[in-house]
């Protein structure tokens, strides 16, 4: 039977989280770990009864979190993001930039260099999913390794995009801090909140300047450097015991042999991508009353963004026929095909938002309030401990944003208890969750 107090849980409230945590590390089984967490923390709302705990985790947890406005819209948003990776590689498009592009880079370090300023382009085609099939052509041609083109795409991915105002990373995090402020009466805009917390945001603004340091002076170290050696030397730019994500990988020579590729391939969706996405910030954001700059403040960001993956995917799509590299009755089973293959991402947050949901029915920020109070840990030490914790909670369960759905709506009422500003605790939240995101091992990204 369900408890109607739910600080009764008590120090249970933290097992679900730990269970996950623990899993994580064994298993290094993200969705597994996710789901027996939420399983255990079902059980034990339901008086320890197993049988009952699982449907609620369907009923309860699951359901809700997809039909939440918020969520869904997320959901819709990574939907139309995988369509379009897919439709960019297929189209021609990474391989008409790689074409342009390899004309001018002639080195090692420019080739890095050039991927890394990229990311400023791309900042609002999702990086993490885009950079890496774009710049591939580029790295391999000049002989970057494999692990190299990733630690740089993941850089210039993740924590890029939480420095950004028109990424999903920011409209994820802006709805779990304005969910929050709902909860705390507190009637400040969450956007412009979102924007004060990027100074704070250390770890996203370390990472990225650390990364243009290690291009620079190539200062590679242990087994990135041997990766980089063997090469340079070889040419082999993947390891014999590294497993690379090959779901976006395509036999270009073969697809593009023959083909009409030009710049058109790849200019086009990119520069329709951008009109859509400005235009319909402009429009969802009541540009006529509001202003450019209550545009934005008031946009619907991932609805923007969302439509701008559709409109460019038909862009991309129309152009990949025209040059003749598939029928234009195959524009739609393209799209879907890169749909189902990022089918892993939608569950992994599906998942986080529920364990983010059962920690608020169990009243987690209440019992880390009361311990806060009863042992009189000082205030000032809550951001530091916040973002260890989502670290630590990052590097077990391979997700930020599922960190996030953890530590935002408990790090939000800690700083009004405790009179600590919101942007610090907002930083802490963010860089602690990319920081284990980016050290995970099991990382979605």
């Given at each position: 039977?369900?408890?109607?107090?739910?600080?009764e849980?008590?120090?249970?409230?933290?097992?679900?989280p730990?269970?996950?945590i623990?899993?994580?590390l064994v298993?290094k089984?993200?969705i597994?770990?996710?789901?027996?967490g939420?399983?255990?923390?079902?059980?034990?709302?339901?008086g320890?009864?197993?049988?009952?705990g699982?449907?609620?985790?369907?009923?309860d947890f699951?359901?809700p979190s997809?039909?939440?406005?918020?969520?869904a819209?997320t959901?819709?948003?990574?939907t139309?993001c995988?369509?379009?990776v897919y439709?960019?590689?297929i189209?021609?498009?990474?391989?008409a930039f790689g074409?342009?592009?390899t004309?001018?880079?002639?080195t090692?370090?420019q080739?890095?260099?050039v991927t890394y300023?990229?990311?400023?382009?791309?900042?609002?085609?999702?990086?993490?999913?885009?950079?890496?099939?774009i710049?591939r052509?580029i790295?391999e041609?000049?002989?970057?390794?494999?692990v190299?083109l990733?630690y740089?795409c993941d850089?210039?991915?993740c924590?890029?995009?939480?420095l950004s105002p028109?990424?999903s990373?920011s409209?994820?995090a802006?709805?779990?801090?304005a969910a929050?402020f709902?909860?705390l009466s507190?009637?400040?805009n969450?956007w412009?909140t979102?924007?004060?917390a990027?100074?704070l945001?250390?770890y996203a603004?370390f990472?990225?300047?650390a990364?243009l340091?290690v291009?620079?002076?190539?200062?590679?170290?242990?087994?990135m450097?041997?990766?980089?050696k063997r090469?340079v030397?070889t040419g082999q730019?993947i390891?014999?015991n590294?497993?690379?994500?090959?779901?976006?990988d395509?036999?270009?020579d073969?697809?593009?042999?023959?083909?009409?590729i030009?710049?058109a391939?790849?200019?086009v969706?990119?520069?329709?991508l951008?009109i859509t996405?400005?235009?319909?910030?402009?429009?969802?954001g009541?540009?006529g009353?509001n202003?450019?700059g209550?545009?934005?403040?008031?946009?619907n960001?991932?609805l923007?963004i969302?439509?701008?993956?559709f409109?460019?995917?038909i862009?991309?799509?129309i152009?990949?026929?025209?040059s003749?590299?598939?029928?234009?009755?195959?524009?739609?089973?393209?799209?879907?095909h890169g749909?189902?293959?990022?089918?892993?991402?939608p569950v992994?947050?599906?998942l986080a938002?529920s364990i983010?949901?059962l920690?608020?029915?169990?009243d987690?920020?209440g019992y880390l309030?009361?311990?806060v109070?009863?042992n009189?840990?000082?205030?000032?030490?809550?951001?530091?401990m916040?973002?260890?914790?989502g670290?630590?909670v990052?590097f077990?369960?391979?997700?930020?944003?599922g960190v996030?759905a953890?530590?935002i709506?408990i790090?939000?009422p800690i700083?009004?208890q405790?009179?600590?500003p919101m942007?610090?605790?907002?930083?802490a939240?963010?860089?602690?969750g990319?920081f284990?995101?980016?050290?995970?091992p099991?990382?979605?990204?």
């Open positions: 039977m369900r408890k109607e107090n739910p600080m849980y008590g120090i249970l409230t933290i097992v679900p730990l269970v996950a623990v899993l994580a298993t089984q993200t597994l770990s996710l789901v027996l939420l399983w255990v923390g079902t059980t034990i709302i339901c320890w009864n197993p049988l009952e699982l449907p609620m985790m369907i009923s699951f359901i997809i039909g939440n406005e918020g969520n819209g959901l819709m948003l990574i139309a995988g369509g379009f439709m960019f590689k189209s021609g498009a990474s391989r074409d342009i592009v004309k001018k880079v002639k090692r370090m080739a890095q260099l300023f990229s990311a400023f382009a791309f900042i609002f085609t999702e990086p993490t999913l885009t950079l890496g099939s710049m052509p790295t041609k000049n002989r970057v390794s494999r190299k990733a740089i850089v210039m991915g924590p890029f995009a939480t028109i990424t990373y409209s994820y802006t709805g779990l801090i929050a709902v909860g507190i009637t400040d969450a412009m979102f924007i004060k990027i100074p945001n250390f603004i990472g990225m300047l990364l340091f291009i620079i002076t190539k200062l590679d170290i242990g087994p450097y041997k990766a980089e090469a030397e730019l390891g014999e590294d497993v690379p994500m090959t779901k976006y395509l036999d270009e073969k697809l593009f042999d023959g083909k009409q030009t710049t391939n790849f200019l969706p990119l520069i329709t951008f996405l400005m235009a319909m910030i402009m429009w969802s009541n540009a009353e202003g450019i209550g545009a934005f403040r008031n946009a960001i991932v923007s969302t439509l701008s993956f409109t460019a995917s862009a991309a799509g152009l990949g026929a025209r003749k590299i598939f029928a234009y009755k195959e524009i739609v089973s393209n799209f879907t749909v189902a293959l990022n089918t892993d991402i992994i947050l599906v938002w983010g949901s920690t608020g029915v169990m987690l920020k309030i009361h311990i109070e009863a009189d840990i000082a205030p000032g030490l809550m951001p530091v916040i973002f260890l914790v670290a630590l990052g077990s369960t391979g997700s930020s944003w996030w953890i530590t709506p790090a939000l700083a009004a405790f009179g600590i942007e610090l605790m907002i930083g939240s963010l860089s602690g990319v284990g995101d980016h050290c995970s099991i990382s979605d990204t």
